[in-house]
């Protein structure tokens, strides 16, 4: 198993929803610096035109997660699944996890005395196969499941979409994929012309393979 996320950011009207599933599902502390995930807004220009992205945005459960690297107690660790948890009796507040995320998306929860993040929602997955925000959003932005199962929403909508990631200088390998629109006009002008444009045939061998190395260090 290799669980990610697609995006079709296109979709999303901000309505935050989601945000409210996600606090309501796992018991994150309220306050809106306390977010397992957020919506998050990028401008800029393209061809001399300006474009406003939404950017619907959680922990992107890294294959290479930096956060687990610095961790000194081991406190952040990947579990099955390839997905990267935080053990709160382990957490000592050192915030290195924090600063080493490129993508902020972790933060202290002072209720449990630890840095809590994004989860997707693994206490469900069995049984409901699917994560609070995906399941709550009215616009269907998020597509959660297996990279590794062939016949999944996920890798079924990848085979047919093209797509991004951010900050992927960083080698983390994320698995939060940004679904580019299907209108080439309106894909060009939505991104920098320095993001690159993947297929998931460009990707698939690599992630895979990557997914198996890194398998032997999740914990139970």
């Known amino acids: 198993m290799n669980y990610a996320i697609a995006l079709d950011y296109q979709n999303c009207i901000d309505c935050q929803a989601c945000e409210a599933a996600c606090k309501e599902e796992n018991g994150v502390q309220l306050g809106a610096d306390k977010q397992r995930i957020w919506v998050g807004m990028e401008e800029g220009t393209i061809f001399g035109k300006p ?17 687990v690297d610095v961790c000194p107690t081991d406190a952040s660790h990947y579990v099955k699944g ?15 996890c924090i ?12 209720n449990i005395e630890s840095v809590d993040k994004c989860t997707f929602c693994d206490h ?34 990848l085979k047919t979409r093209r797509f991004f990631f951010q900050k992927e200088e960083e080698g983390t390998l994320p698995k939060l994929f940004f679904l580019l629109p299907e209108d080439e006009i309106f894909a060009r002008q939505s991104v920098s012309k320095q993001t ?20 032997k260090d999740w914990k139970v």
């Open 51 to 67: 474009y406003a992205n939404t950017y619907p945005a959680q922990c992107s459960h890294c294959i290479d997660a930096p956060c």
């Open 82 to 96: 390839g997905i990267v948890k935080v053990n709160p009796e382990e957490c000592i507040l050192c915030e290195e």
């Open 99 to 110: 600063e080493a995320c490129p993508y902020g998306a972790r933060f202290i929860d002072d």
């Open 124 to 157: 469900r997955i069995a049984k409901k196969g699917t994560t609070a925000c995906q399941a709550t959003c009215p616009t269907k932005v998020r597509t959660f499941g297996d990279l590794n199962d062939p016949e999944s929403e996920i890798v079924r909508l």
């Open 196 to 215: 690159k444009i993947y297929a998931w045939k460009d990707i698939e061998a690599n992630y895979k393979q990557a997914s198996i190395n890194r398998s």
